[in-house]
């Protein structure tokens, strides 16, 4: 009987034994490879020199002899503006004028007249007098007039508009028979740009970026036009003036860029990449390694930083001996160190993940440049070893009794 129950109590546990699944971790090798380290802005393109062309006066657009895509060169006409009104002008400024001379001429020989009978002591002073002060203002009305003349002419001429540099029409804002008001700022007839294929990107940069640019610096951008290609330019200024948009400051840098095809066109958005450092065959971990952290309930051995010792996984009373090796000395140079030097050896210094004996070991690295998804090695582990990026938690098995009495469930 005792054997009976012993035996049911053996099948017993059996059928309902848990099944124990190891921890189950993600693992990712350091290798070499090309690095750079980038900062991204976006901005917009535009041509090197863009010319805004207006009208100093006001009328009615008579004729376009350019549309948008034109080519024009410097002193070509390209629009014209009806001259009636200021022909008119132009006329009555010329009958001012010569009226002001034949009274000028009259006032000459009223004023040399008096003269000589003022010589002969014939007439009074004061009618000589009189006599030269007219003269004087008949003088004045003619420069007067003289003037207002000038000014008809060139109001005159500015009813034929030109263009002020060679190159291409990107602009027009006006059509034939628009009134064109100039009061107080002259109005924007047409937009040219002297030369597409050499351009330029206005690019904002934060300003926790832009101590990393300098003067030819290399680029590369691209554009929603043409996705998949990568254009490239070189930075030409970094400007100091501000921008502040939202309590975000902002620095323009001016980008050159050449475009020989024309491919690219003004006011295309292009998102840059500021080549700060490059780095080739160098040594690199992928950045999930840096971000993976153990939960609190999985087993770490506690190990130095460097290779070797998270090779071996020594012990803890080896790790202790060796600890106790340190002179007094020793010790008290490193606590004497300044708080600055350990400040920036933590910046530099970081903690990754092995396995060792099922076990997670704890490695610091110390890393150089990174581009965001991987990061420059410089010490800490070697070509090849491969480091935790992730790990998946136990799941229960069913046991051997779950699993025969969900097989009879089924058959039933």
């Known amino acids: 009987m005792v054997a009976v129950l012993a035996s049911g109590a053996g099948v017993g ?86 009226n002001a001379k034949a009274a000028e001429e009259l006032a000459q020989l009223s004023a040399e007249r008096a003269k000589t009978l003022q010589s002969e002591k014939l007439n009074a002073k004061a009618e000589y007098e009189k006599a030269v002060a007219d003269l004087h203002q ?74 990393l640019l300098e003067t030819g610096q290399a680029v590369e951008f691209t554009v929603d036009a043409f996705p998949g290609q990568t254009f490239h330019g070189k930075v030409t200024q970094v400007r100091n ?22 491919k690219l066109k003004p006011g295309m958005t292009a998102n840059v990449s500021f080549i700060v450092t490059h780095r080739d065959n160098t040594l690199k971990i992928p950045n999930a390694a840096l971000r993976f952290r153990p939960p609190k309930n999985v087993e770490i051995v506690k190990s130095p930083a460097n290779k070797s010792d998270a090779t071996d996984a020594p012990a803890k009373s080896e790790l202790k001996s060796e600890g106790e090796k340190k002179s007094d000395a020793e010790k008290k140079s490193e606590t004497a160190k300044p708080k600055k030097e350990k400040k920036d050896k933590r910046k530099s210094e970081r903690t990754v993940y092995v396995v060792r004996g099922g076990a997670l070991l704890p490695v610091k690295l110390k890393l150089g440049i990174t581009d965001g998804r991987e990061t420059e090695l410089i010490e800490g582990l070697q070509e090849g070893d491969a480091v935790v990026v992730d790990m998946s938690e136990p799941k229960e098995s069913p046991t051997l009794a779950s699993r025969m009495s969900a097989i009879f469930k089924r058959k039933n």
Do not use: H
């Open 13 to 98: 546990w059996y059928l309902n034994r848990p099944a124990s699944t190891p921890l189950q971790y993600e693992t990712t090798t350091v290798g070499r490879g090309e690095l750079t380290q980038v900062v991204t802005a976006t901005g917009q393109l535009n041509p090197l020199v863009k010319v805004e062309v207006g009208s100093q006066i006001s009328g009615i657009i008579q004729k376009l002899v350019v549309d948008f895509n034109s080519p024009v060169r410097e002193g070509e006409v390209i629009a014209q503006l009806d001259p009636a009104t200021y022909q008119a002008n132009l006329i009555q400024a010329q009958g001012n004028l010569a």
């Open 138 to 211: 008949a003088e004045a009305a003619v420069k007067v007039n003289e003037g207002s003349l000038k000014k008809a002419q060139v109001d005159l001429a500015r009813c034929t508009i030109y263009a002020p540099i060679d190159g291409i029409v990107i602009s027009r804002n006006v059509n034939v028979g628009q009134t064109v008001a100039a009061s107080l700022s002259a109005p924007t007839l047409f937009v040219i740009a002297n030369d597409l294929a050499k351009m330029q990107i206005e690019a904002d940069v934060a300003e926790a970026d832009i101590g």
């Open 241 to 262: 003036a501000p921008k502040a948009d939202q309590n975000v400051v902002t620095y323009t840098t001016i980008i050159d860029v050449s475009n020989p095809n024309l």
